[in-house]
């Protein structure tokens, strides 16, 4: 009831403060009897894990993930699998300071009108910390639906403008910037780097195909796939907006235009996956640039390319929940 | 779980298909005690109406409310409201030309993958009829947060697209089809029953302001206030994109200008609302304008105006339902 | 959240007072493509229905139910399934001498408590009538499981105690009263009667046999078979007792003598089903006697034949959604 | 969906298996602000441990408790509490002799019915030992309603009767094993050690007295107070029963009778709380006791004792979320 659940046939429990103890995830109702690899596991965070690249945060944490239940021998128990990811990186000296500092566009001031009090040292639960936990639903997510293919990507950030709405080398390896266009990644290094020296920050666009997704996912009145899909990637802090399809052109195009091609309603009709390739669009704002948390230099001047994998994770998240809804059913 | 089910402190159970007996909703979790008037519900009701409108639907329904229960002496009781209203606009004749033609866009095809079954006497419960069952709810909602002023319009409609982001006149009455510059008024009305006459349809946006809304809604986590709003619009049929505060435009603007006014976070930071005017903006898509149903006319070629008040009552329905969670936890 | 909803992947959402227009229930998560009949469903309404034997009510309702949604030619659409049954025996006259009438045990006084007001016309939702509801949801909860047989029976009444736990003729018919031993139909009759004629009341135990369950139904934490089923059981209004198994009498036996039959865990072990006959009982306390509406004659002195079928009712609800639950795991 | 999730405003979820890495559970919806002590937490954990008591098993554990995120600076933050506790005596050898080992009336059988796999080096997820997360949640209910007073107590365990349904002395503090009358201790005690010498196993019964509990808690239809908490007691791995207030006595007692004391309703009357004294009592089944398992002596003769700091956090928990969810709509 306080927002910390997300699901329903597949479910995730998120907890954790950016600055306490450890984060972490229970995952419940992955079917038993699933190979896990922590391994993988370990690659799934690591691709969202700060540090690693030029141009983001400068806090390094290494996300080690330690599973506490749920697994037996390899396998899934069927029962809820606990994660937790330790924060090793704890601030230790005096966060006095960082008391009364609210951040615009940040939770620090809205979380005190909500509960009152919260936890100074960082973010608290609204750190984009707080989405580790999502990687690690979204790789159980991944165990539970194996044939269906999810791809983010960047589509825009500052200058950089993905010519095509879907980039041809989609299923090949990006750049761990996550912008489709290989020849572009000095550039953005470049870029991001100038924006941290500037004290500025930069929004962008995430872009996700799915393929192979079998038709008949989604509920045809409130949980509609496209409505749990934008619930889902909204729930990603600097998320302000969703679309799928054409989205806003939508708004420009007469129907007769529409329809003309299926790939228009971005394979969800009538609010079910109609069986053809899903295609989404989300926004993230600019980090929030003032303030001696910023100046600390423990921030992302452009959290979209750190975004990717989480947005990929909450999509399976939804994806994965649904298929096993729609099992229960159709047996 | 099978999605007709929506929110939590206050929660809709909605029900009909569009061609059946009646359509319908129960409310539960309104707080005993409130004034309960017959003719706001269906004043409410009245707004969403078919058929009232030059250039929408010519199918005509008189969606006369019924309510069987939780009202008493003019009172709700705290217990579940049940509204139906009956569909007394049936389809008599043969219909089984319709059982096999699926509208582009639309559910028909979706639905059988999903169900292996549907009423195809029309939309059934992806009709847009099913939208007065959100309709019915949104004015409940209304009940429990009498102070929050919710106001929806259309910002953009074939070539009608508002100067600001939003009207002067925001607070006074705008014509039946809900674009604030009632200069165009006439214009508006000739361009849709162009469409008809053409067969074509076109889609648009529609923009909400919530006014005098408490800080403090909306949970840190996965039911961000924006998470539920996007959820609550995108549920409705025919909207294909959500976003609040300067939304898809934040993927143009730097940190450092974002930052300057509290606005561009349209209302909500941390995913909780801050105290200022909320503002977000939906996409609808146009209608589906082939097949036999859309040549029997009971269509609407744009169903923008009518979507204004669905959209209203969805953002009114998510606003009371936080504004009952938040005050479990904050006595 | 207001305890009006109940199920999972099959649930239902009841609405109604017993003295209001109309009482009614949404059920959610039938498959599509079952066979429906109305007949049937009118046959499970008649044998919780009141005004029908000697001894029980003199109120007389006819319980005619109408379906609004949900079923189309004869089949389930996979779609919320809304049925009400209107109250043709209101309350015409002067009610406002029963406003502060509360009767022992029963819901008057605590609903004040809980809302400051109620519909003092009669029970509201706390009424018996409620449990029609619940024998619609049974009937559909039976398309969803036909294989599951379930039966309940009186095992106590009054005088009337059945010599064995589980009688011979478990699946033959049983007199309308529901007691197993058919000798003993008139001399209930005289007993309840004489009952009415005292002013008195009486509870009583009612025991349910499910045969054929399949294993693997139940939660091993908290929504195990046995406290759904406890739930469920206590969920109905007179209901004070649940047990399953041996029940009380495991605190006499010890566990050598317990373990020597399977049949004493009641089909349930680990709060899984186990594939043997479940058995479970539960305790109905008398009705409450005093009180202008107790001298009404509108009231059974013994709910408990009545209470069969909605104790059916419940725990074949509870089967059917953890029957959809297990499915969607174990494709 | 898969029941380690109980509660609505005030929630658990629970994970981990007995031999497994860890248990915990996140403990959701505890106001902000709120008074932490670990010392209290611990104390309430040793109530339940195993080792403590001659006569219970002979696995020792700490059960130390780690306070993973949801506290700051001693208080609550309203964010999700995770607690865990690690499994330091972990079962080494060779356990594949377990592997077939089906424990009657326990859920080693029904547990591979229902996944396929199971952790066979105890009892996995349907372990006494899961039990620990409750206790957890019980503490941080008890913050939530620290002026409701909950007290369990065993009225029933082989030879020793309480005499009384309420012993005079309710406040004051019990043995360890939870029996009110002090003069038997002993006695309890060299009973207990018997059964363990002789590998036999006792059940036994637990009663609850809730005083000083408001009025109003608990909804009129599904989630009365009497059913959710039946289902939270039922939800006890050996709890075989459940009854309030007369229980299963009200099958022999004429209304008129029941009528006189309102005690007899045991502090709930139409499902809801009537702010009288809460009375309710359960039954335990014995311990399984075959197999190597028994034989290795790792198990309790008679849970009863221990169990009795778990029906009273379950109890805690209802009550707490209840009183929750009643706060949102009577503000």
């Not at 997300?6 to 995730?12: E, H, Q, V």
């Not at 330690?66 to 029962?79: A, D, N, Q, R």
């Not at 791809?151 to 750049?175: D, H, Q, T």
């Amino acid at each position: 009831m306080r927002g910390n659940f997300f699901g329903k046939m597949l479910s995730m429990t998120t907890f954790g403060e950016s600055h306490g103890v450890a984060l972490g995830v229970v995952v419940d109702g992955v079917p038993a009897g699933l190979d896990f690899s922590l391994e993988e596991l370990q690659a799934a965070l690591d691709r969202r894990a700060p540090g690693k690249l030029r141009g983001t945060t400068a806090r390094k944490e290494p996300d080690t993930p330690e599973v506490l239940s749920g697994i037996f021998e390899g396998k899934t128990l069927g029962t809820p699998i606990a994660v937790i990811v330790r924060n090793t990186n704890q601030r230790s000296g005096d966060y006095e300071a960082l008391k009364e500092e609210y951040r615009p566009g940040h939770a620090d001031k809205t979380t005190i009108m909500k509960y009152g009090i919260r936890d100074h040292r960082g973010g608290g639960r609204s750190s984009g910390r707080e989405t580790l936990s999502r990687v690690i639903g979204g790789y159980f997510a991944s165990l539970v639906i194996p044939k269906i293919k999810v791809r983010g990507y960047i589509s825009k950030m500052g200058p950089f403008v993905l010519s095509e709405a879907i980039p041809k080398n989609l299923w090949e390896e990006f750049s761990p910037y996550n912008f489709p266009d290989h020849s572009k990644t000095e550039e953005i290094e470049k870029y991001l780097v100038g924006l941290k020296t500037k004290g500025e920050s930069a929004g962008g666009q995430i872009s996700v195909v799915v393929d192979d997704c079998p038709g008949g996912l989604g509920e045809p009145a409130f949980q509609k796939l496209k409505s749990d899909l934008a619930s889902a990637c909204l729930s990603i802090g600097a998320c302000v907006s969703f679309s799928y399809g054409l989205g806003e052109e939508m708004a420009n195009v007469p129907g007769s235009i529409v329809s003309q091609s299926s790939a228009n309603f971005g394979g969800i009709e009538g609010g079910i996956s109609n069986g053809e390739r899903i295609f989404l669009k989300v926004t993230f704002k600019p980090t929030s640039t003032l303030g001696k948390k910023a100046k600390a230099g423990r921030h992302d001047p452009c959290i979209v390319p750190r975004a990717v994998p989480v947005v990929e994770a909450m999509v399976k998240f939804v994806l994965a929940d649904h298929f096993l809804r729609q099992s229960a059913y159709s047996n």
